[in-house]
């Protein structure tokens, strides 16, 4: 089991960046690989990065490539989601999800959830 906090979300204009935070606890929090999803109203959750255990290894949805990066410090119990040259169509909640196997870009996939962290750019 591991617990999910995540942060950092607000309001920014288009062109803006955000860092948002996924605090774990746990002893185990090396060992998940850690996938950040996004929901607005009307939508099915959407995949946004993936990285694996070690952090050697990351996954981005195409619509985030070149502008997202995700990153971890398992010293820190911490993933990152750093988002640069945000757009309006980023507007979503934004969570952060754990689980044991990599490879999968599916909520469902996902055995632990944050709670979620509203992200809104404004045009």
């Known amino acids: 089991q591991v617990q999910l906090v995540e942060s950092g979300g607000g309001l920014v204009q288009a062109g803006g960046s955000l860092r948002l935070s996924c605090a774990a606890s746990?002893?185990?929090?090396?060992?998940?690989?850690i996938g950040w999803f996004r929901q607005t109203p009307g939508k099915e959750r959407e995949f946004v990065a993936a990285?694996?255990?070690?952090?050697?290894?990351?996954l981005y949805a195409d619509s985030v490539k070149g502008r997202f990066t995700i990153s971890r410090d398992n010293a820190k119990n911490t993933v990152y989601l750093q988002m640069n040259n945000l757009k309006p169509e980023d507007t979503a909640a934004y969570y952060c999800?754990?689980?044991?196997?990599?490879?999968?870009?599916?909520?469902?996939?996902?055995?632990?959830w944050g709670q979620g962290t509203q992200v809104t750019v404004s045009s």
């Open positions: 999800a754990a689980e044991t196997a990599w490879g999968s870009r599916l909520p469902a996939s996902y055995d632990h």
């Open positions: 746990g002893r185990t929090f090396s060992s998940f690989v």
């Open positions: 990285i694996s255990w070690s952090g050697g290894s990351t």
